[in-house]
């Protein structure tokens, strides 16, 4: 399975972007990166994800390298409801789908007044 | 949309009793996958079925057992419960299994198991 390394922990001021990055040096040709995240007691929630080009939604833009070897988070006006851990997950395909993912350590941020 | 739905929200047993979770996925998702998260070894997947069937399974126990309904709703059960089973137990939808398709997951059964 693919491995994702993220740093334990990233600091940001309120209204500043969040750049949060991620290395899947290993990653394969058909396997997505997915990004989550996870507030204190809840479910994780979904963020975005993407294959090769960069990807923009209404939380967030992805950043993915062309050798998509790694990729970066980017949250464009932080707010303090953005303190979260943020999970970087490669998707991978394996017998009956995709639907197994692994979750490593996550990046803890914290958004600071 | 509704998302997906898990219950009951928090639960306590006891040691070598059981127990069953319910999730409900999101309208029209096929696929529901359950995860269990603890402090120390983080989120794990347990099993995922899709159309009444357990496509994969995770490394857990036998006392780890699931089902799927033919509406798509899931029920995760624990059999003789130990203490390491407590937990905040997830349950994650999606519309399909592609690569393509985003899980989603719901809030979480917290198990304590005193």
């Known amino acids: 399975d693919a491995k994702t390394t993220q740093p334990p922990s990233m600091d940001c001021a309120e209204g500043r972007a969040a750049n949060l990055p991620c290395n899947h040096s290993t990653i394969s040709g058909n396997e997505y990166v997915y990004w989550y995240r996870q507030i204190h007691s809840q479910g994780p929630q979904y963020i975005i994800h993407g294959l090769k080009n960069n990807e923009t939604n209404e939380m967030a833009s992805l950043i993915i390298t062309e050798d998509r070897k790694s990729s970066t988070l980017i949250l464009p006006h932080a707010t303090l409801r953005d303190t979260a851990v943020y999970y970087c997950i490669v998707r991978v395909a394996i017998s009956g789908g995709y639907n197994k993912l692994i979750f490593g350590a996550g990046t803890r941020l914290a958004v600071h007044p | 949309k509704a998302g997906v739905t898990q219950t009951p929200r928090y639960l306590i047993k006891t040691r070598g009793q059981q127990v069953t979770l319910s999730c409900s996925p999101i309208s029209g998702h096929r696929s529901v996958s359950w995860y269990q998260q603890t402090p120390g070894q983080g989120l794990q997947f347990l099993f995922e079925y899709f159309s009444e069937t357990q496509r994969n399974k995770g490394n857990f126990p036998g006392r780890f057992s699931g089902r799927q309904f033919s509406n798509s709703r899931s029920e995760m059960n624990v059999s003789t419960l130990e203490l390491g089973d407590s937990a905040l137990y997830l349950c994650?939808?999606?519309?399909?299994?592609?690569?393509?398709?985003?899980?989603?997951f719901g809030n979480g059964t917290r198990l304590t198991v005193t």
């Open positions: 994650a939808s999606s519309g399909g299994t592609g690569g393509n398709s985003p899980l989603h």
